[in-house]
């Protein structure tokens, strides 16, 4: 879904690592950018283009997507990471 939305708004994809085996989830997904003036043009894409992008990626608008992805998140519980105190 992230991919379709990214894609139809003129972004490119994002990468996803995925798992050969166990759960059925992403491992995880990295977007790139040239530099932070790439990133700043997300602001410039049309409130229109970017809703009909998220509706034809499955969310029921644009401002719903992030909501989502962090629904997603607020379930994982094994980083491997450090505990950052």
């Known amino acids: 879904m ?3 939305f ?3 708004r003129g972004r490119p994809a994002t990468l996803i690592f ?5 759960a059925a989830w992403d491992v995880i997904t990295l977007d790139a950018w040239r530099d ?3 990133y700043g043009e997300l ?4 409130a229109d283009t970017s809703d009909a992008a998220a509706k034809k990626a499955g969310f029921a608008n644009a401002d719903a997507v992030g909501v989502y992805m962090r629904s997603l998140i607020s379930t994982h519980h094994d980083t491997l990471g450090p505990l950052v105190k």
């Open 2 to 4: 992230e991919n379709v």
């Open 6 to 8: 990214n894609v139809a």
């Open 18 to 22: 995925t798992h050969e085996q166990g």
């Open 36 to 38: 932070w003036r790439q």
């Open 43 to 46: 602001q410039m894409i049309p």
